[in-house]
């Protein structure tokens, strides 16, 4: 019986600690994907897209 | 007129004197009990926003014990006991507590609600800063709460109960209340005082561990704080929303706490400042009122004298000094693998006493060295230990209820 909650233990402190790296590797991904589009975001100018959509100039 | 029997007038007194001799000493120990919590609680010697109501609690209830009928004694505070629904309804309307224990604290809310506000309380961004040292740390210093479990089991316990005192290691009030009140409600009343009552001591007395466990030399290390990255509320949100999402999929039955620590962490982020002060003001401080005082007037004597009691007290102190000792294997490991940058004293901190331990271990290593500065390190895993707790009372629950 001691023998048998020894293993039990074992296997839940295996799987909390898979699940904690996950949630840790979850992080980096989201960072990863922030970083990609910021980075990009910064790469590309803004142009404007359609004709008339420039900024309107003040004279 | 009636005929005036002192006895009859001062029922406490008559109901001490006409009960078993043991129901009788325990009902005076646990009074004494209760006015030395209200000293402590006082003198800051224990926490005093919970130990303040539990102690009055504790010695009110158990002085206040009449005669409901003519052969049954009783208080008319809570009936933890009661399950028919029709007499619920009845003690309702007579026992002036019994709505608050009802309704908020057999099913779970005002776990719940503690639990949303530590989330507004915590900073997530040190835990996203080094999330797999957080994480590691967390993960070392639940080793209580997995050791205990095979000791309560060698100890004579079912496997419910077992998990439920095993999980005072993860240092986590509203958490051990969850676990024991899906996995053994019999014993949830003691589980839960022993719980809080160590969770006090935790401040007192793990720089002793700390002191005994590592040398001055390597508490005063200097870690460097430059290297910490800065993360924008945006990135919190959406760690904790995707995070929560997750876990709510993995275990359903754990859910509420991961709902409640997620919104907690989301308002404060998000900076919705009604919600905010809502939260960490009136929810946070009445629930942490209620829990004391529920938890004060649930120790009556009939209702939490159980020959496991005992046991109870040693398996409590027993996880949580397991689980301070595997915090700070982690730190050590820690200390290794960065070539002696990391503070080992920073492993006590992945006990997830929100923010008891992180204090406790800057206090240290400030003792240490004036200079040495790790509590952004150590709430990181501080606030880790709170996931990885709720992460190991799903599973015990998943697999256990």
Known sequence: MVLESVKFAFIVYVIAAVIAFLVAGMIKIIFAIINRRNSKAKKEPSVPTKPGAQESVEV | ?401
């Open chain 2, 1 to 401: 007129m009636p005929d005036i029997n002192v006895l009859q007038l001062f029922q406490g007194i008559a109901t001490l004197a006409a009960s078993e001799p043991t129901i009788a000493i325990s009902r005076i120990v646990l009074i004494l009990l209760g006015i030395l919590l209200v000293y402590c609680g006082v003198k800051q010697i224990l926490e005093p926003l919970l130990m303040i109501p539990m102690g009055v609690g504790m010695a009110s209830v158990n002085a206040a014990v009449l005669y409901l009928s003519a052969n049954s004694m009783g208080t008319i505070f809570i009936d933890p006991l009661i399950t028919d629904p029709a007499k619920l309804i009845d003690i309702m309307q007579i026992n002036f507590l019994q709505p608050i224990y009802t309704l908020t604290f057999s099913n779970g809310l005002i776990a719940c609600f503690v639990f949303m506000g530590v989330g507004v309380l915590c900073d997530i961004g040190y835990v996203l800063a080094a999330p797999y040292t957080s994480m590691f740390i967390a993960i070392m210093a639940e080793f209580g709460t997995i050791a205990t479990f095979p000791i309560a089991i060698a100890m004579g316990l079912t496997a419910k109960e077992a998990a439920s005192i095993a999980m005072v290691g993860c240092a986590d009030g509203p958490m051990v209340l969850f676990t024991s009140l899906i996995l053994a409600r019999d014993l949830f009343v003691p589980i839960s005082v022993v719980a809080y009552l160590y969770l006090s001591l935790t401040y007192g007395g793990y720089p002793f561990l700390i002191r005994y466990l590592i040398p001055k030399k390597l508490r005063g290390i200097k870690m460097d704080l430059k290297k910490i990255p800065r993360v924008k509320p945006g990135e919190k949100i959406a760690f904790s929303v995707i995070t929560c999402t997750v876990l709510s999929l993995l275990f359903p039955v754990a859910a509420p706490l991961f709902m409640s620590f997620f919104l907690g962490v989301i308002i404060r982020d998000a900076n919705i400042a009604p919600f905010r002060s809502f939260i960490e003001g009136p929810i946070l401080y009445g629930s942490t009122f209620f829990l004391g005082l529920i938890l004060g007037v649930l120790c009556e004597a009939n209702t939490i004298l159980n020959p496991k009691v005992f046991i109870l007290l040693i398996l409590g102190m027993t996880s949580l000094l397991l689980s301070g000792i595997g915090g700070i294997i982690g730190g050590y490991i820690m200390y290794f693998i960065s070539k002696g940058e990391f503070n080992p004293v920073v492993g006590i901190a992945g006990v997830s006493c929100v923010p008891t331990t992180a204090k406790v271990a800057q206090k240290e290593v400030h003792a240490a060295n004036l200079k040495a500065q790790v509590l952004p390190y150590a709430i990181g895993a501080n606030i880790s230990g709170v996931i990885t707790s709720a992460i190991i009372a799903g599973v015990y629950i998943t697999l256990l209820r």
